[in-house]
């Protein structure tokens, strides 16, 4: 064949009203809006076709300025095994083959999914320190509030090894308690400030309440009612409120929806960036974003199927601009995962990054007027629930008088039931035995909020 002949190949131009004439022939008589237009569970439009959005300019990350990570994303590993020689070893592996940051994940903690270090294990943080020496590593500490002596304990551990070079992200968040433990906070962020760590002391998590059943733009209204608390809080102990900026990290869920968990994370830069113009900051600096993939989207059954999840929110949430993903393990709903799973969690991202350079383009969605739409409706729809928590006293007023877990659970009972493939569609005739390293233990409640795994709902209403 001649290759010439494809210059001369094409489609001739069609505006949006001839492709609705040419849609609406092929449905043969069917409502153009009932069959095309669909909704999510929060009620915003999601239409088949929009126009390229003009002049848009993508949203700019943190990233890029990761002297160890290039213009890649931070790729975490947990450090969640409570046997402390087995997780060691399982850390020098990762950091071996492709992991950049790290996860201290400690029992009890609303990431730790019945896994976790004990929170007594003052040994992990002496080995971390250790081990950052030789080869710097983001590091990030999952932690109940309660447990804060931690940070103070890993900050100082950090500090007599000498390992300022790269980021720590201390985690504080005192509204991952069922009675927000806010009264010393400002004065624990502070003297961890003067450790002069690279990273975030603060977290304004949305994963609870992602896990218990809420919408996106929920989670979102939840992650700015905690950095709006966290800023008064702050203001009031004489910190300024760009220096709380930087210090608070914004974790966030990513999950198998892709269109939606990329408009998820632009509309929290979004709303990250008006907060900072309504406290008169006129040089807006981009959130610190971390993702961790669904543990709600997580299937007992068929667990394989979960890898195929997780690779779907690694893309969805690194295109999006996620400064650093977590990967929950695909075996990690049956049990404590063994090195396989670690390592396909870990290679999930490496693939993506090193295969398919998706850390190459700068927010790709950019100017796609279906994301920019959905972004858009998102962030406004969470800035109004937002709103909403704010009236109600704020976000650890809201916890305390049970509004939050309401919403959450008004949510949850309001979310479409929707096949799941290798649990609901598709399941397997003989489940295949995976391996664990051990049982999970009860998992945790955060701020009152419950997680749960939807597969166990779909399969109750099946």
Not at 130 to 139: E, K, Q, V
Not at 211 to 236: H, M, Q, S
Not at 330 to 349: E, K
Not at 417 to 429: E, H, K, S, Y
Request: proline share 5%; net charge negative; charged share 20%.
């Amino acid at each position: 064949m001649d290759a010439s002949i494809l210059k001369e190949a094409g489609f001739a131009p069609v505006d949006e009203a001839a492709w609705r004439k040419l849609a609406e022939k092929a449905l043969k008589g069917a409502d153009f809006e009932a069959t095309l237009v669909s909704r999510t569970d929060e009620g915003l439009e999601i239409r088949p076709i929009h126009a390229r959005r003009q002049g848009a300019l993508p949203l700019a990350h943190n990233h890029a300025a990761t002297p160890h990570a290039g213009d890649a994303w931070t790729v975490n590993q947990r450090r969640d095994d409570a046997d402390l020689t087995r997780a060691r070893a399982q850390m020098a592996d990762d950091l071996e083959n492709g992991a950049t940051g790290i996860s201290l994940v400690f029992a009890g903690s609303a990431a730790a999914h019945g896994t976790g270090i004990r929170a007594n294990s003052d040994t992990a943080f002496r080995k971390t320190a250790a081990s950052r020496a030789a080869a710097p590593f983001s590091l990030r500490l999952e932690a109940g509030f309660a447990d804060r002596a931690l940070a103070a304990t890993l900050a100082r551990a950090l500090d007599e090894a000498g390992a300022h070079g790269a980021p720590v992200h201390f985690g504080l968040d005192p509204f991952s308690c069922s009675s927000p433990e806010t009264g010393d906070s400002a004065a624990a962020a502070k003297a961890l400030m003067e450790f002069g760590f690279s990273g975030t002391i603060l977290n304004a998590d949305g994963r609870p309440a992602h896990n218990a059943g809420a919408g996106e733009a929920l989670e979102l209204a939840i992650v700015a009612a905690a950095l709006a608390e966290n800023l008064r809080l702050l203001d009031a102990a004489g910190v300024a409120p760009e220096t709380t900026f930087a210090a608070t990290s914004l974790s966030l869920a990513a999950d198998q929806d892709q269109f939606l968990t990329t408009a998820k994370f632009r509309a929290a830069r979004l709303i990250h960036a008006k907060m900072q113009a309504a406290c008169g900051i006129s040089e807006p600096k981009p959130a610190h974003l971390h993702a961790e993939t669904s543990w709600r989207m997580l299937t007992r059954r068929d667990p394989e199927t979960n890898i195929l999840r997780n690779t779907i929110a690694v893309f969805a949430a690194g295109t999006a601009g996620a400064d650093e993903i977590t990967v929950l393990p695909h075996t990690l709903a049956l049990g404590v995962p063994d090195p396989f799973a670690r390592r396909i969690a870990r290679n999930t991202q490496v693939v993506l990054i090193t295969e398919s350079n998706l850390a190459h383009v700068v927010d790709p969605a950019a100017g796609a007027g279906g994301i920019e739409a959905l972004t858009d409706g998102l962030a406004e729809k969470a800035w109004e629930m937002f709103a909403g928590i704010e009236k109600q006293g704020g976000l650890s007023a809201a916890i305390a008088s049970g509004v939050v877990k309401g919403l959450v659970e008004a949510a949850r009972g309001a979310r479409r039931a929707r096949p799941i493939v290798g649990t609901t569609l598709f399941p397997v005739n003989q489940e295949r035995v995976f391996t664990v390293l051990g049982a999970l233990s009860a998992p945790a409640s955060s701020g009152g909020l419950s997680p749960v795994l939807l597969a166990d709902l779909a399969e109750v209403s099946a």
